[in-house]
Every structure is written in structure tokens, then in C-alpha cells.
């Protein structure tokens, strides 16, 4: 309630500019939603903020550019396509089918067959850069393998793995 009360303190001089610092911390989820439609409505409204915050999967919801800092150095900023297309061509495009199970000769065929990267991890298989075609044609075949496919997905941009690998990179860099 007290994080309501000075985002309600915040509006009521009407600024131009908002600097909030992990304004959402301890918000519950009805709370995070109403900060992010806040924030959404005073950008859409002419105002600036300026956030900063460790919960990346809020920011990227409602940034419109995002700076990553490291150890108190900026050391990138970027808009959220941006960032998307750069996690894309980094960590792949990845699709997933949750399988009730896999066996190792059943991989191998896939990957064969479909000339797709795939990989298996005992509930999700994995396939790298795989068209819809390519998706429909697997599921089919897992299907007359006697496969139960439960669910397929294609893995959605994520800006905490962007940051982590980014991270990875840059201390590689200090070594």
C-alpha cells in the first residue's frame, strides 16, 4: 500500500519527467498492474520516466529503450525490438513440444529426417530455427510415433537470459 500511495504522490504534481527506482518491488500482482498502466498512460500522455529495476521482464513489458548497467557501468542501451531481434540471432528461435517421453534413436531421426537441430531434455524438445512447416510435419510425426505432445510453444523473448548472456560475455571480455 505504500507503494501505491507514492506512485498516487508522484501524479499529483503532475511532472513531466518520473525517475523511480524498483517501483515495483513488493506489489502485488494487481498492484503491478496498475503501475503498469500508469506508467503506459503518462508516456502516452507527453511524460518521461525513468526506471530502473531488476525485475526485466516488467521493464521490457513497458520500455520503450532499456540501458543495461554492470557493475555501475552502462555499458549498452537499446530499444525492445532491438533487443528481441539481437536475443533471436544469439540464443536462437527456439520452438518446443512437451513430450511424454523420447527415445535417443527417435532424436536422432528427427534430426536426420527434418535436418533440424533438436535436442531433448527429458519433458521439452527443443528445435532450433524450425519453419511452421517443419513444426506441423514433427508434431505429425510424433503423433504416429505414439507420441502424446501436450503442448507447442515457441520460446518467447526473455530479457533476463539477453542480460545474463551479456553478462557471460563482458566478464569473458575482463578475463
Known sequence: MK???ALAQA???DPEIMLMDEAMNGLDPEGM???R?????????GGSVLLSSHILTEISSISDRITFIHRGETFQTSSVEELEKEFRSKLGNYTYFELDFLREDELDEICKVFNLNAKFDGKLLWVKDASDKDIGNLNIFLVKKGHRVMQIKRAEFNL?????QKIRELEGDRK
Open 3 to 5: 507503494r501505491r500511495l
Open 11 to 13: 501524479f499529483l504534481i
Open 33 to 35: 498492474n496498475l503501475f
Open 37 to 45: 498502466e500508469a506508467m503506459k498512460n503518462f508516456k502516452n500522455s
Open 160 to 164: 533476463e537470459n539477453l542480460f545474463l
